[in-house]
């Protein structure tokens, strides 16, 4: 999104840059393979990376003061400087070489003595550190990481700019190593202390909620120092938004039912009316039944009560490809005005449970895999005897790994049993109800 206003933003005098592709394969992929040793390497890594990336922002937009050439300069001669287009993964290669030249003094860390080919005179090559550098060191041709943080600062002030750097898919770039992701992140908000106290320098950093509270769990001093802060929330009203505008993007649905975008979009009241134009008042029929939207929201709502746009989207994407199949093969036209069935939503639901499970959990929480997998075709209600009968572990590890689970999404807590939400029954082949263990309890669906 900020990347589409990038034109705006110049105009008020803000440079974007992103540190993470998109969309495809992550830029951080080569990290994994040979991660850093080290938080302090990790730190490292992250500022000159930066400042790479700050210097190609500079080559984009031709600044070329003499603060910002100084700044090129010293990051040419250690060849940190690469073409406009220079893919992030490249540029991320050879920062991790030079980065471990340091911390990995396998190669030497000495300032380069070249000769210059035309001229004869020697030229030493800058040797950035990670350190400050000692009278001698900087006589020799060595820089501080930081000074040239505030260099690439002083530069921006004399051109009245700011740079944005935009890290966003942090849970992508990182997900298969829990702690190698720890580490990375605890160095990144150190780095962001540190830029801080620039004032031409800003990280824009987007991370989802679960991760931020994985990191800080055990403490993490760092945390005190993020006083600038948005935690970006879905209520039902604008989940329901989300939903019409993207309905609305068909110009022929919009002329079916005759509605202007723009007016249904200002008013909450036109945009649930055109949600029941669209679908079926109720997906289970009855009197003490939820309707659709309402539906929708407790099938992709996860033990922490919260409501992602991603499973609702999934949800309502494969019930259109579920109705396009009932039409192909000449199955009864919905009732009404509506152009969806009921049955289509019941028949999507199965697909996201089983992507929710496999793609997001299994993914993210490979230790905990062989714990759910264990709960296939079991009741939906538990406690911790249950379980640990269960999963053949004692009571006090079955509530270890309960919370583990409670604190993913997986269970919800209701006093001293666990729930499991509808969201996962369908992947698991769950049963409605309780486990033996659990005493009798109203039902679930309450």
């Known amino acids: 999104m900020l990347m589409s206003r990038e034109s705006a933003l110049f105009d008020r005098g803000i440079l974007l840059t992103t540190a993470e592709n998109p969309s495809g394969q992550t830029a951080f992929a080569e990290v994994e393979k040979a991660p850093p040793t080290s938080e302090d390497e990790f730190v490292g890594l992250w500022k000159t990376y930066f400042l790479a990336l700050i210097a190609q922002t500079f080559n984009s937009y031709d600044i070329n003061s003499p603060k910002a050439n100084e700044l090129i300069a010293l990051l040419e001669g250690a060849e940190l400087v690469k073409p406009d287009g220079t893919p992030k993964k ?5 920062v991790m070489d030079y980065v471990k ?14 000769m210059d080919p035309l001229t004869g005179i020697p030229i030493v090559k800058p040797k950035i550190t990670f350190t400050e550098p000692t009278t001698a060191e900087r006589s020799n041709g060595f820089v501080a990481i930081d000074d040239l943080l505030l260099k ?7 051109e009245t700019l700011d740079v944005w750097i935009l890290l966003d898919r942090l849970d992508v770039a990182f997900a298969s190593e829990p702690e190698l992701e720890a580490n990375a992140l605890r160095a990144l908000f150190r780095v962001y202390r540190d830029i801080q106290a620039l004032d031409h320098l800003k990280l824009k950093i987007f991370l989802r909620s679960d991760i931020w509270d994985a990191i800080t769990r055990q403490g993490f001093r760092e945390a005190s120092h993020i006083t ?18 993207r309905l609305l993007q068909s110009n022929a649905l919009a002329q079916h039912y005759s509605v202007d975008r723009d007016q249904v979009l200002a008013s909450a009241q036109a945009q649930k009316a055109l949600f029941y134009s669209v679908y079926p008042a109720q997906i289970d029929q009855g009197s003490k039944k939820p309707a659709t939207f309402d539906w929708c929201l407790t099938r992709t709502k996860d033990g922490t009560g919260t409501n992602a746009p991603r499973e609702l989207i999934h949800l309502l994407s494969e019930t259109k490809n579920e109705q396009l199949s009932r039409f192909e093969i000449g199955q009864a036209t919905p009732e009404g005005h509506a ?3 009921r049955q289509a939503f019941k028949d999507a639901l199965p697909q996201v449970s089983e992507v929710r499970l496999k793609q997001t959990l299994y993914a993210e929480h490979p230790a905990l895999r062989s714990y759910l997998e264990l709960l296939e075709g079991q009741k939906t209600r538990h406690n911790h005897a249950s379980l640990a009968r269960l999963w053949s572990v004692s009571e006090e590890q079955a509530q270890a790994v309960s919370e583990d689970l409670v604190r993913i999404g997986f269970f919800e807590a209701r006093g001293e049993d666990y729930w499991v939400p509808f969201m996962y029954r369908h992947a698991l082949s769950l049963v409605q109800g309780s486990a033996e263990e659990v005493g009798t309890v109203s039902s679930d669906d309450d």
Not at 152 to 158: F, H, S, V
Not at 233 to 242: D, G, I, K, P, V
């Open 90 to 94: 490249q540029i991320l290669h050879f």
């Open 101 to 114: 030249s340091w911390f990995r003094p396998a190669e030497s860390v000495e300032a380069e003595l070249r």
């Open 152 to 158: 690439a600062d002083e530069a921006l002030e004399a």
């Open 228 to 245: 600038r802060d948005l935690r970006i929330t879905w209520s039902e009203s604008a989940l329901m938004q989300l939903v019409v505008q």
């Open 339 to 341: 152009i969806f069935d």
